[in-house]
Nanobody
Framework: QVQLVESGGGLVQAGDSLTLSCVVS????????MAWFRQAPGKEREQVAA????????SYPDSVKGRFTISRDNDKNTVYLRMDSLKAEDTAVYYC????????????WGQGTPVTVSS
């Protein structure tokens, strides 16, 4: 079966950095675009980063642009999210997701890893 397993979340202080990892199995990883989403209590799920199949292009919303960096290692079937200059408002459960090129929606999702940023 397809599995996406996130790791790396935890409790950090504002201004700190944290890197999340997502290991993917059960699909041809290099054929899928990847993204990171987050969801905080009482708020809608928000996409915070996306990367194309070969890593040539990335995208970020204004809320995290300049602070978050998505990357992937297709040899390791792993996507990463480096988060710098963390703020209290970054506190959320972070999920990785995968999307095939012909899909309009992300098809596969991980269970999430919580990130708590204290101020």
């Amino acid at each position: 079966q397809v599995q996406l397993v996130e790791s790396g979340g935890g409790l950090v202080q504002a201004g700190d950095s944290l890197t999340l990892s997502c290991v993917v199995s059960g699909l041809s990883f290099s054929n899928y675009g990847m993204a990171w989403f987050r969801q905080a209590p009482g708020k809608e799920r928000e996409q915070v980063a996306a990367i194309t199949t070969n890593g040539a292009h990335t995208s970020y919303p204004d809320s995290v642009k300049g602070r978050f960096t998505i990357s992937r290692d297709n040899d390791k079937n792993t996507v990463y999210l480096r988060m710098d200059s963390l703020k209290a408002e970054d506190t959320a459960v972070y999920y990785c997701a995968a999307k095939g090129k012909i899909s309009i929606r992300y098809e596969f999702w991980g269970q999430g890893t919580p990130v708590t940023v204290s101020s």
